[in-house]
């Protein structure tokens, strides 16, 4: 069983900067592949980054790219998404999830791929 805690949402202004940080519990956090999605009100669950439990390994949609990074510190068990640039059209609900994944180094891109989720933290970027 994996515990996930999003923190680090908040309101922030076009062309700023905001990180998210993902605490998850459980001492195998490192055989985790993990993905930030994002859900604003009307609209499907979006993948924004996804990471391997290696960390060697990343994706991120053109709608992010050059914009979002995704990073883990398996010591900390904390994944986190540094989020530059952003933009009116970031405004969502930020979600964490986590795959178990110790047999395969690679990353998850579908929301129904993921075991576990986090609560969300909400991003408000204003125009």
């Known amino acids: 069983q994996v515990q996930l805690v999003e923190s680090g949402g908040g309101l922030v202004q076009a062309g700023g900067s905001q990180r998210l940080s993902c605490a998850a519990s459980g001492r195998t956090f490192s055989s985790y592949a993990m993905g930030w999605f994002r859900q604003a009100p009307g609209k499907e669950r979006e993948l924004v980054a996804a990471?391997?439990?290696?960390?060697?390994?990343?994706y991120y949609p053109d709608a992010v790219k050059g914009r979002f990074t995704i990073s883990r510190d398996n010591a900390k068990n904390t994944v986190y998404l540094q989020m530059n640039s952003l933009k009116p059209e970031d405004t969502a609900a930020y979600y964490c999830a986590a795959k178990y994944s110790r047999g395969y180094i690679g990353t998850y891109l579908r929301p129904n791929e993921y075991d576990y989720w986090g609560q969300g933290t909400q991003v408000t970027v204003s125009s």
């Open positions: 990471i391997s439990w290696t960390g060697s390994i990343t």
